[in-house]
Nanobody, 121 residues
């Protein structure tokens, strides 16, 4: 499956942004989709993930501020981000794996190219 992340940009602290992950090439509903981010000089961090039809989860540092959703008819997963903080600055990658999600940065089989989110303080 091919993944294309988009929607990143520059936003002020406290602002909002919506990321999109468009998938193609395989049956979209066979895959859980996750968002993983990597800030400059830091390790990758699990952000959120969603199963095909039910179930989603969030990383501890973003709970209450981010909402993940998916539109299976459009083969797209969204990550609505609000109350953004400077520490949310990172490249955000979407990833896919067959079956159910995992709350890790690993064991994701397919990765998109990433989209940069910069939060100015």
């Amino acid at each position: 499956v091919q993944l294309q992340a988009s929607g990143g940009g520059l936003v002020q602290a406290g602002g909002s942004l919506r990321l999109s992950c468009a998938a193609s090439g395989r049956t979209f509903t066979d895959y859980a989709i996750g968002w993983i981010r990597q800030a400059p000089g830091k390790e990758r961090e699990f952000v959120a993930a969603i199963n095909s039809f039910a179930g989603w989860t969030y990383g501890d540092s973003v709970k209450g501020r981010l909402t993940i959703s998916r539109d299976n008819a459009k083969n797209t997963v969204y990550l609505q981000m609000s109350s953004l903080k400077h520490e949310d600055t990172a490249v955000y990658y979407c990833a896919a794996r067959p079956g159910l999600y995992v709350r890790t940065t690993m064991t994701w089989d397919y990765w998109g190219q990433g989209t940069l989110v910069t939060v100015s303080s």
